[in-house]
C-alpha cells in the first residue's frame, strides 16, 4: 500500500505562483511513476506532468512552460511548481503514483486562480 498526502493548494490571482508537494509513504520502493493530474467542475480529471523514478518528465501542453514537477527521492516526494497561473488552472488538483504494486491517489487540493 501507498499513502499519498497531498498540500500547498490554494486562492491565487492570474499571473501568482503556487507550489505543491506530494509526500509518498508505504511501499513506495521501486521504479515508479509519480504524477499531478486535475479535475475542473463538470470536466474529466486530466494529467498535468509527470515524472519517473529516474527524473524524466512530460507536461500536457497547456502548462508547458509555467509548471514544473521534480521529485526528491530521499523524501519520496514530488512537487508541482506553477507559474503564470491563469484562472483555467482552477481546480483540484490529485498526486498519483503508479507501480508494479499499484495505482495510487491522494486526496486532493483545491487550487484556485482569480481573474
Known amino acids: 500500500q501507498v499513502q499519498l498526502v497531498e498540500s500547498g493548494g490554494g486562492l491565487v490571482q492570474a499571473g501568482g505562483s503556487l507550489r505543491l508537494s506530494c509526500a509518498a509513504s508505504g511501499s513506495t520502493f521501486g521504479t515508479n511513476v509519480m504524477s499531478w493530474y486535475r479535475q475542473a467542475p463538470g470536466k474529466q480529471r486530466e494529467l498535468v506532468a509527470t515524472i519517473s523514478s529516474v527524473g524524466t518528465t512530460n507536461y500536457d501542453d497547456s502548462v508547458k512552460g509555467r509548471f514544473t514537477i521534480s521529485r526528491d527521492n530521499a523524501k519520496n516526494t514530488v512537487y508541482l511548481q506553477m507559474n503564470s497561473l491563469k484562472p483555467e488552472d482552477t481546480a483540484v488538483y490529485y498526486c498519483?503514483?503508479?507501480?508494479?504494486?499499484?495505482?495510487?491517489w491522494g486526496q486532493g487540493t483545491q487550487v484556485t486562480v482569480s481573474s
Open positions: 498519483n503514483f503508479r507501480a508494479l504494486a499499484g495505482n495510487y
